[in-house]
């Protein structure tokens, strides 16, 4: 045995005894030549100054997309700025922050005393809303990137049945309920963490997302936009924005002669063909259907509530703290795995009670099983909503661009042979 | 769903209500935050008094090469012939060959001071932040070597994927302009910005 094996044997003999938790074991030494501690470098966060220039240029292009839509009419000049979206707000800033995403921040600032969102995140989240509620879809049209990648590929698109998008959009309310449960409670950024795209735009990522990436995009070759359609939770609520807006896209510029020419150009299917007059004798027979529908909407509300609530378990799995607690649990039961998971040696290391955590743990289920019991209720009530509007006759003269549908995406506009006067 | 009529006056007092009130909410909503936001800006960082150093920081990161390293704060090491942050405790042959080094990547740069000590220094190109260093140095030394996210590599992702993955929720948001958590200096910082994925 030399010297140093024996030192090392000697000093982990004696370090092995002393507790684990870090001292200062080895006191700095006081040099005898003169020695200067060098300092431990902090560089500072790269491209700092970039986030109001973002919110500068979103607001720039919502500006010039609705310049485009409204004023120039020109599709040419969406895709161009589409184009400079993606490359911008995807390639170049790698896709955070995003709209999409702020929801996930903004319910979490509203939620977690000690969380507040960044101002940038703020006017992400609402300069959108607000230019929806003036001009419509005109953030999708043109800037929002993940938008733009799906519009890319758009290939030979299918029509898919109204009926099929309004139940397949059933699962995009879904996807936003559970986002703001997760992030009201503080499971995580589900949006974010479930983005399609930002795989892309940071040129490579894990290759799960990858995966799910290039499956939309896939999808997307015949389906048009099917992130958007079905899934965008940001999308969702710019649809329902979409409704009231001041201003939305008309295909004709003028007065629509029916001509039908753009029946079948829009690839999102959003839109509306003239109704067939009215059949009167079905008239009594609709009221009484709608009548009956309108009763539902309170059973259909209480029932998903209720079993919103029994998910308890199962939604609260997702919080971290409730998976340490079943973890340390399974520990104290007995059932030792045979490495200790770094769960149980960062709690440890904490020095919390376990009684502390299991406190926790029950807070954060019981939070859970409430909004659980919410996000029932909502989900029941968009349903429900849903069955209702569709049980309504609207009528309609013209083709008309769907104000919730419609992307703005300015496609149908040269198909109108009507010109302004 | 209801296709509103064309014709703007039909639209009627509800829409133009309804339309007045969303407007006032999101921007009541975002001047709401906007007056509670202490920071402008967030970033990313690890506490080091609650990592574990998993392993997982060098494989979660967005990034190839992920943006979490390792640093040496020098105030605190012991400069210690028998680093045991730099040295595998099991070594093949006494010498400092490569074949001895815990780091992987031989990140750890060794340079002689003055009997008995040497200053170690971390090539940050080379650290994949596997943690092992960190492990050894906590283990046995003074704990002066530690993982944090380097802003310089870091994207800023919204939500950290490491953050995410992080076994002991190390992970927090911290002020943009004060953006590192360094060992031994941290004392004057208010605890707990916010939870760590949260
Ligand atoms: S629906 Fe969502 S993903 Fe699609 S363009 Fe709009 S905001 Fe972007
Ligand atoms: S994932 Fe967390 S515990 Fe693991 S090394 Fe990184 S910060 Fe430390
Ligand atoms: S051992 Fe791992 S964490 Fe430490 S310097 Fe080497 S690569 Fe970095
Ligand atoms: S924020 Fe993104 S880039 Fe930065 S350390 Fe986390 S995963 Fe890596």
Redesign the pocket.
């Given at each position: 045995m030399n010297r140093r094996s024996f030192l090392f044997a000697i000093v982990l003999a004696f370090l092995l005894s002393a507790p684990l938790l870090a001292v200062e074991r080895f006191p700095p030494p006081d040099f005898e030549t003169n020695y200067s501690f060098p300092t431990t470098t902090v560089p500072p966060p790269r491209v700092d100054q970039y986030d109001y220039i973002d919110a500068a240029v979103l607001l720039v292009a919502l500006a010039v997309a609705t310049l485009l839509i409204y004023r120039k009419r020109c599709r040419k000049g969406v895709f161009l700025l589409m184009l400079l979206s993606l490359a911008y707000f995807g390639f170049w800033r790698n896709g955070c922050i995003c709209?999409?995403g702020s929801i996930g921040n903004i319910v979490m600032s509203i939620f977690d005393p000690a969380y507040t969102v960044p101002i940038v995140v703020i006017l992400f989240f609402a300069l959108?809303l607000l230019a929806a509620l003036l001009f419509g879809?005109v953030?999708?049209a043109a800037v929002?990137p993940?938008?733009a990648l799906?519009d890319l590929v758009i290939f030979r698109p299918l029509e898919v049945p109204r009926s099929v998008e309004h139940l397949l959009r059933l699962f995009a309310w879904l996807y936003l309920g559970l986002a703001v449960l997760f992030a009201a409670t503080g499971a995580g950024l589900l949006i974010c963490r479930y983005d399609p795209f930002i795989g892309f735009f940071r040129l490579g990522d894990h290759s799960s997302t990858l995966i799910l990436g290039a499956s939309f995009l896939i999808i997307g070759l015949f389906i048009a936009?099917p992130?958007?359609?079905f899934v965008?939770p940001?999308?969702l609520i710019?649809r329902q924005l979409g409704r009231l807006s001041r201003r939305f896209v008309t295909i004709t510029p003028a007065e629509c002669v029916n001509c039908r020419l753009c029946e079948e150009v829009c690839p999102f299917n959003a839109i509306d063909k003239p109704t067939a007059p009215w059949p009167q004798d079905q008239f009594v027979s609709d009221k009484r259907r709608l009548a009956l529908l309108i009763s539902l909407l309170p059973i259909l509300v209480a029932t998903l509530a209720f079993a919103g609530t029994r998910l308890d378990g199962i939604l609260s799995r997702s919080h971290y703290t409730v998976q340490l607690a079943e973890r340390v649990a399974l520990e104290q039961s007995g059932v030792v795995p045979d490495i200790t998971p770094n769960e149980i040696l960062a709690f440890k290391k904490t020095g919390r009670t376990t009684d502390a955590l299991y406190a926790d743990a029950a807070a954060i289920r019981r939070q859970f099983r409430l909004g659980g019991g919410i996000l029932g209720a909502f989900i029941g009530l968009v349903i429900g909503l849903k069955l209702i509007t569709l049980g309504v006759r609207w009528r309609r003269d013209e083709y008309q661009a769907h104000r919730a549908a419609c992307?703005a995406c300015a496609r149908c506009f040269e198909y109108c042979p009507v010109r302004k006067k | 769903m209801p296709q509103p009529q064309p014709n703007l006056t039909r639209r009627g007092l509800f829409g133009n209500g309804l339309w007045a009130a969303v407007v006032a909410g999101i921007t009541g909503l975002s001047a709401y935050l906007f007056g509670r936001t202490k920071q402008a800006k967030t970033v990313w960082q690890i506490d080091p008094d609650k990592c574990v150093a998993c392993g997982n920081c060098a494989t979660y990161c967005v990034l190839e090469l992920s943006a979490v390293k390792c640093v040496q704060v020098y105030a605190m090491c012991g400069y210690c012939d028998l680093c045991t942050g730099y040295l595998d405790p099991d070594p093949k042959k006494l010498d400092t060959g490569a074949e001895n080094e815990l780091c992987p990547t031989g990140a750890i740069e060794r340079v002689f001071v003055e009997d008995p000590y040497f200053e170690y220094n971390i090539k940050e190109e080379l650290c994949i932040a596997c943690g092992k260093c960190v492990k050894g140095c906590e283990a046995f030394g003074n704990g002066s070597l530690f993982l944090q996210v380097r802003h310089d590599r870091c994207l800023r992702c919204n939500e950290c994927s490491i953050a995410a993955a992080c076994p002991s929720q190390a992970f927090r948001r911290v002020p943009a302009d004060d953006p590192y958590l360094l060992k031994g200096a941290k004392e004057s910082k208010p605890a707990g910005e916010s939870k760590g994925i949260a």
């Open positions: 709209p999409i959108p879809r953030f999708c929002c993940l938008g799906q936009r992130y958007c359609r965008c940001y999308g710019l992307l | -």
